[in-house]
């Protein structure tokens, strides 16, 4: 293996001719030299005549972060210039591409020079061909009669599933940008489109101002629609979308986003505008989504949040949203390792039917915090703090305010039981005015509370497996098993009227909220009267990642209570029992079971949730059943599925289905068909919306979409493996 250092311009090439092939290493790195370029070879010799060196036999030539592989390699040091016969390998710096050919004259840079046979290749496998190519400037691949495509394909079927011919291809790569001119796209070898002039980012390049795949979409309310977004790249930090909606039956909708990241925040907005009078009326309609945040330092913040449609039926009729309550907020916040505290005002808008402007509550504004101390004797002082305006046009405003303040510490005995004391004492007080011109009225309530929490958890460790593991996994398991008792001590509250509850109707029992001393969602509700609150929990844990857990539980009282809605088995003196279990195999299936039950055995709550990924299948599905409450005054009882199958390695089938039960109607259903490869995903979908709202009538819907990976459609699928070909189309 010889080596040598080939300087820039004319060489001493006596030095060199004397020293003789093994010396001239040393011979040409003894002089000072600008920007040598290195070369390894298994030969070289030098021709004093011809004024060449000559390498051969597995040539490396490298000039900073560039590289040359060939099995032959002339240098002429009186020409600055190289010669390279193939098969050769020119790698760029960074980012830039490789290219592959038979012939190759560049300057000792390896930056400029002719190239014949080229074939480039990007990351991704985006691959370029062509009868000729220069390199220019070290940036500019410049190929004459050139294709492009990252389509695999196999030697007996050359060609693409699809490709782009052009007479002259340039490849940018500062820029990383691929220009075309006089392009013809093809698909499986037939043209269907031209243009003079087209270009995208190579496929190194993640964000470029320029057109994204187009969106078809046909539909039963609108017509057919197409979208044709393009994407602005503002700078680093910035950038745009501007969507034009086009439909056949409802005109022109113009789509905007707009995405920022500073240095101490960042914003997002996206919304819509046309001209629409689908109800009757002709007006401006639109939505604004958005969302920003602002860090001043030190845990303070300023943020806002924004959800905002201008009718009811908007957001559903053009598959915005299918959002049926929108939130809007300002707030500013703060938070150290001793407490937090936050301002904010909140908008609501419905867009139900039944939900008239006038009666959804403005919250303005709310105030919530708290602050703990470590106590001298051990565990933790905390205060809260916090309250509300609520402001209808229609309706009660309601103020209301409180403060509450708490003890909490831990221990664990010398079996091994971890015990935790809490007790806290809080006062809240309302002022309540209603729209009728009535004078206010002001409520007051005090409630103490006294808990005491003890658990034993036991631990056992198999190390060679147990019963289970041959089904759940092999190898060492963790068993994990807790019993917890917790007795709550607090006052009753006999008062008549009930005390208002605008923040706390929604109330969720189960076994996540079994030990909570506080379940309610708000600071409105209260849970009055003693209770003792009991469980179990066990837990299978592999060294393979498989796991088992279970647990369950009830609350006992000594009398019934009227702190929650009716109808979610918490009022009663033995509440229902609630339960829960949950299997993990990772990579293969997931499944969780959620249910409650009365002491008539009758089931008030069944949730199951699954999902699975097996020979081709990925499956999801969900089923729920929901008894009534004072809440929703209906049963609730549905099933939902989504699922995806390959039919073969490319082609896959998919589809969504949601029915409810309990009407024994559909909901919504959708069946889609697709392909896709290491250089397309392509599908075609169909669905419907059976549900209707007055301003948005059920639906049918299709639609197509097209990603072309390597055009900037974003991240396509990892490449086929090794000596995959795309399949041949009939």
Not at 239 to 252: K, Q
Not at 376 to 397: A, C, E, H, S, V
Not at 408 to 426: F, H, M, N
Not at 499 to 510: G, H, I, K, T, Y
Request: glycine share 12%.
């Amino acid at each position: 293996m010889a080596a040598a250092l080939l300087p820039h311009g004319p060489a001493l090439a006596q030095t060199a001719a004397e020293a003789g092939p093994s010396g001239l290493s040393a011979a040409l790195g003894a002089q000072e030299v600008e920007g040598p370029v290195s070369l390894i070879a298994d030969k070289v010799t030098y021709d004093t005549q011809a004024d060449s060196l000559t390498a051969e036999g597995d040539v490396e030539v490298y000039y900073g972060d560039r590289t040359l592989t060939a099995s032959r390699v002339v240098y002429y040091p009186g020409l600055d210039r190289i010669e390279a016969t193939g098969p050769i390998m020119l790698r760029g710096g960074g980012e830039g591409a490789t290219v592959i050919a038979d012939f190759a004259d560049l300057d000792s840079r390896l930056r400029d020079g002719l190239i014949r046979g080229a074939r480039a290749l990007l990351r991704d496998d985006a691959r370029f061909a062509a009868a000729e190519a220069r390199r220019i400037d070290g940036r500019y691949n410049v190929l004459s009669q050139a294709v492009f495509s990252p389509c695999v394909v196999c030697p007996e079927d050359p060609t693409p599933l699809w490709r782009i011919r052009a007479e002259r291809i340039v490849h940018d790569e500062r820029t990383r940008t691929v220009h075309y001119e006089n392009a013809t796209f093809d698909v499986l070898g037939t043209p269907i489109a031209w243009s003079p002039y087209f270009r995208h980012p190579d496929p190194t390049l993640k964000r470029a101002s320029g057109l994204l795949p187009p969106i078809y979409k046909q539909d039963s309310n609108f017509g057919q629609g197409l979208k044709i977004p393009y994407y602005w790249v503002l700078s680093d930090q910035a950038d745009v979308t501007l969507t034009p909606y086009m439909t056949t039956d409802d005109g022109l909708i113009m789509e905007g986003e707009y995405r920022g990241e500073f240095e101490r925040g960042s914003i997002s907005l996206a919304g819509s505008i046309t001209y629409q009078d689908y109800d009757g009326e002709d007006r401006l309609r639109g939505h604004v989504f958005g969302a920003g945040l602002y860090r001043f330092g030190d845990g303070l913040e300023a943020g806002f949040s924004i959800e905002q449609a201008s009718d009811d039926g908007y957001l559903r009729r053009y598959d915005f949203s299918d959002d049926d309550r929108l939130e809007s907020e300002l707030f500013l916040r703060g938070s150290d390792q001793s407490g937090w505290g936050e301002v904010s005002l909140v908008r609501f808008q419905s867009l139900r039917d039944d939900e008239p402007f006038g009666q959804i509550p403005q919250a303005i504004p709310t105030v919530e915090g708290r602050k703990v101390w470590d106590a001298p004797m051990g565990g933790q002082f905390g205060l809260d703090f916090g309250g509300y305006l609520l402001k209808r046009t229609q309706g009660q405003d309601t103020a209301h305010g409180f403060i509450g303040v708490d003890y909490e510490k831990s221990w664990i005995t010398t079996p091994g039981i971890q015990v935790t004391a809490y007790g806290d004492l809080r006062a809240d007080g309302w002022r309540l005015q209603d729209q009728t011109g009535t004078d206010p009225s002001e409520r007051s309530r005090f409630g103490p509370t006294l808990a005491l929490e003890a658990r034993y958890p036991l631990l056992r460790r198999d190390g060679e497996g147990d019963w289970l593991s041959g089904l759940l996994g092999e190898g060492p398991v963790t068993h994990l098993v807790e019993p917890i008792a917790q007795a709550v001590f607090a006052t009753y509250q006999d008062d008549s009227p009930a005390f208002p509850n605008e923040d706390s109707q929604l109330v969720e029992f189960d076994e996540t909220s079994l030990f909570s001393l506080r379940r309610h969602t708000g600071w409105d509700g209260f849970e009055e009267g003693s209770r003792l609150n009991l469980g179990l929990r066990y837990a299978r844990l592999g060294d393979d990642g498989t796991r088992f857990s279970i647990a369950g539980g009830r609350v006992l009282r000594p009398r019934e209570i009227g702190s929650f809605p009716a109808g979610i088995g918490l009022n009663k003196r033995e509440s229902d029992f609630v339960g829960a279990w949950s299997l993990d195999l990772p990579g293969t299936v997931k499944l969780a079971h959620r249910i409650r039950v009365g002491d008539d055995l009758e089931i008030n709550r069944n949730e199951v949730y699954g999902s699975t990924a097996l020979a081709g299948l990925e499956l999801a599905g969900s089923y729920a059943w929901l008894a009534s409450d004072a809440v929703t005054p209906i049963d609730r009882h549905e099933v939902a599925a989504e699922a995806r199958y390959g039919l073969t390695r490319n082609w896959y089938v998919g589809g969504e289905l949601q029915r409810d039960l309990e009407s024994e109607r559909w909901v919504r259903t959708e069946a889609l068909v697709g392909y896709a490869n290491e250089c397309v995903d392509f599908a075609v979908y169909v669905g419907r919306r059976f549900t209707s709202t007055e301003d948005v009538p059920a639906s049918t819907y299709f639609g197509l979409r097209v990603n072309l990976w390597a055009l900037g459609a974003g991240d396509g699928p990892a490449a086929p493996a090794a000596g995959a070909c795309a399949p041949k189309l009939q």
